[in-house]
């Protein structure tokens, strides 16, 4: 769906909304076992095994009301897996970030909204060459990090590529909130400050 003289596009989305984040470039396995999820999983198979993950937790913040300008990230399914009374096995990937413009009253168990491309800021980012660079020097810190382990953790090889600062935060294990903020800013070289400044912490 695209907005009438805007350049915006607006899509419905399935909503999977979890007490974890999913960030762009990032890999996740899930357990579905609810109907509304087992629901959702099955349309998403069947069209472009695409579909919505969304931060809420119930127990702090209650039902998931759709609220319009949450940020979530647009997931698609790698891998499926069925097990017993409907239940599956399935692996995400995180693509790209979008952010609710309306919620729907849908004739699904599952949730659905509409949503809008959610991306960094134009004038917030660095010149190439400098972004480059910058994304360089966060992952020298991360790898001193680990040169501080016993035993070098088993992780994925990084690269100082586009988004580098969604995949290094993956590897930190904190109260998912903190993701979320994350999630939400739009400058990458921010992004790699907040990763700095826990990278820094580790090391002294």
Known sequence: MTDTGSTITRYRLPLFPLPV??????????????????????DALAGDRRFGMVYHD??????????????????????HQSLDDGRSLIVIDGIERFAIDDGLESDTLYFEAIVRPYADDEGGRAFEADIEERRR?????????????????????FS???????????????????????????????RLDRLDEVFQALLE
């Not at 357990?31 to 099955?42: K, N, P, S, T």
């Not at 119930?58 to 399914?77: M, N, Y």
């Not at 600062?165 to 903020?181: C, G, K, M, N, Y």
């Open 58 to 79: 119930w127990d702090r913040q209650g039902p998931f009301l759709s609220e319009e300008g949450t940020v979530g990230c647009l997931a698609e399914i790698s891998e």
């Open 137 to 157: 020097s966060s992952l020298e810190l991360f790898e001193a990090v680990l040169d501080t382990f016993d035993e070098r953790p088993e992780l994925p090889d």
């Open 21 to 42: 984040v999913l960030l762009p470039g990032t890999r996740m396995p899930l357990h579905i076992f609810e109907q509304r999820y087992q629901d959702l999983v099955r």
């Open 160 to 190: 100082a590529g586009e988004e580098l600062s969604f995949r290094l935060a993956r590897t930190i294990q904190v109260d998912p909130r903190w993701h979320q903020e994350l999630l939400e800013l739009t400058s990458e070289p921010g």
